[in-house]
């Protein structure tokens, strides 16, 4: 059988997303599965992100695997200049999955055509977050009670943010997804996308701040805007306070609205929030160990 | 040097007997153009010249082989850096076969990716790309995804 990896988001149909989080209800009824008793879990951390590495653990900890592997490259091989090449390959003769991320865009393509076990990319650089775009579904599916018709506001970095990407094109598998993208000019949505939507004739607007818009939306996306994503630390200065959520802008909005953020924030959603029931980020979090159960279980069948 | 040794020697640069003239590369390009066909391991006969007058290029260069035959596979290479090459296929002196190249659908080897960022520029990776456009030409990466543009295009 050919193997299965996670790569890129797109390499899945609406059918595997489906089944992904169907698991995902699944492994939330039920996280303690004894289903990974006797695997070996690779995980490679070429670069430290901690949020993500415990989330993978966790999961794998609870369908009772064993993992083996490194949290960041300067305490493995990789420092003494040993190649992704030869790493994948060397890993790949004792365990029987990868979970890795990489700072280097392409990384984990490539890991996966080196590799002869499932690789599942946990992150190449800007490029692809997929198991982070399958939580991100998982939150919307359990807080609205479908995908289709979902009104979606996308808030902050739209520009180099590939959470927002990713979860654009997988929103676009569903029926009538409705978008709206707010962000300064310098952090707009780019063509590509939004050729896309009008390829599939899908609906999106354009806002530079965030206005009544939000009141029709089901799902307030935020992200982070950095500060080292402009060329002129004026227009930063400019916008940093533009793309703040806050609790008294919540008034209006949809009582099934949720507030998603792939976290870690910085101050784009005001701690007053926090306590409002439509702040969901947290609980997204949470979502995450599931979706990567599901994710784990799906790649080496499982269930 | 005698006149009718200059007539010989002119003659031996201009025709061949068998085999594939290369017309139409711009002159910049004529020795990517020698190392992407890997004419420089050949055996047989080859002339070029550059820097040669043309109304279409400004400027153009030219190659002769001699006893040299391309599948369109390997010729179609070139497309990416003489998007206007014509060939001559020479048989017993005579132009037995004219044809132009086209940009292929995949792109293999050849062409760096634009992105810094990306694997294949950091590790030793044979590039593989995508064409989405072909006029202007856009490759996308098959590992970072990334669109290399034509104005972007460098040889790897
Ligand atoms: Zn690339």
Excluded: W
Aim: aromatic residues 8%; contains cysteine; neutral net charge.
């Amino acid at each position: 059988m050919k193997k299965k990896d996670l790569i890129s988001i797109t390499d899945y149909s609406k059918e595997d997303y489906l089944r992904i989080l169907e698991l995902a209800a699944y492994f939330e009824r039920n996280p303690n599965q004894r289903l990974l008793q006797g695997k070996v879990v690779a995980s490679l951390f070429f670069e430290p992100s901690t949020r993500t590495r415990l989330s993978f653990e966790t999961a794998i900890n609870r369908l009772g695997g064993r993992i083996i592997g490194f949290s960041d490259a300067g305490s493995s091989s990789v420092s003494k200049g040993e190649t992704l090449h030869d790493t994948i390959k060397m890993v790949s003769n004792y365990a029987d999955l990868i979970v890795m991320r990489h700072p280097l865009e392409g990384s984990s393509r490539y890991a996966s055509e080196v590799s002869d076990i499932p690789v599942i990319n946990a992150g190449d650089g800007a490029n692809q977050h997929p198991t982070q775009t399958l939580l991100d579904m998982y939150s919307i599916l359990k807080t609205q009670g479908t995908l289709d018709n979902i009104n979606i506001c996308m808030v902050g970095d739209l520009k180099y943010g590939r959470t927002v990407h990713s979860l654009l094109m997988a929103m676009s598998e569903f029926k009538n997804p409705v978008f709206n993208f707010i962000a300064p000019d310098e952090l707009a949505m780019p063509e590509e996308y939004k050729l896309f939507l009008k390829e599939k004739g899908i609906k999106y607007y354009e806002h530079t701040e965030i206005n009544e818009n939000i009141n029709y939306a089901d799902i307030v996306y935020m992200t982070r805007v950095q500060k080292e994503r402009f060329m002129d630390p004026i227009e930063y200065e400019k916008v940093k306070n533009v793309y703040i959520l806050k609790n008294n802008m919540l008034k209006n909005t949809k009582f099934n609205m949720r507030i998603l953020h792939p976290l870690p924030r910085v101050n784009e959603i005001h701690t007053d929030v926090d306590n409002n029931e439509k702040a969901y980020y947290f609980e997204q979090a949470r979502n995450g160990v599931y979706t990567r159960e599901a994710i784990i279980a799906h790649i080496l069948n499982l269930k | 040097m005698s006149d009718s040794l200059k007539k010989k020697l002119k003659l031996k640069v201009s025709a061949i007997n068998n085999g594939t003239v290369i017309d139409h590369i711009p002159s910049e390009n004529l020795f990517k153009v020698i190392s992407i066909l890997g004419l420089q391991n050949l055996k047989t006969q080859i002339t070029f010249g550059a820097n040669l007058e043309s109304d279409k290029l400004g400027s153009k260069a030219i190659i002769k082989l001699s006893d040299v035959f391309f599948e369109d596979d390997e010729i179609n290479k070139i497309s990416l850096i003489a998007r206007n090459a014509k060939l001559n296929i020479i048989r017993d002196y005579e132009v037995v076969e004219k044809r132009v190249v086209e940009v292929p659908d995949k792109v293999i080897g050849i062409v760096k990716c634009f992105n810094p960022k990306c694997i294949t520029n950091n590790e030793d990776i044979t590039t593989h790309f995508t064409v989405i456009s072909k006029s202007p030409l856009d490759l996308k990466c098959k590992y970072c995804e990334k669109i290399t543009h034509e104005d972007q295009i460098a040889i790897k």
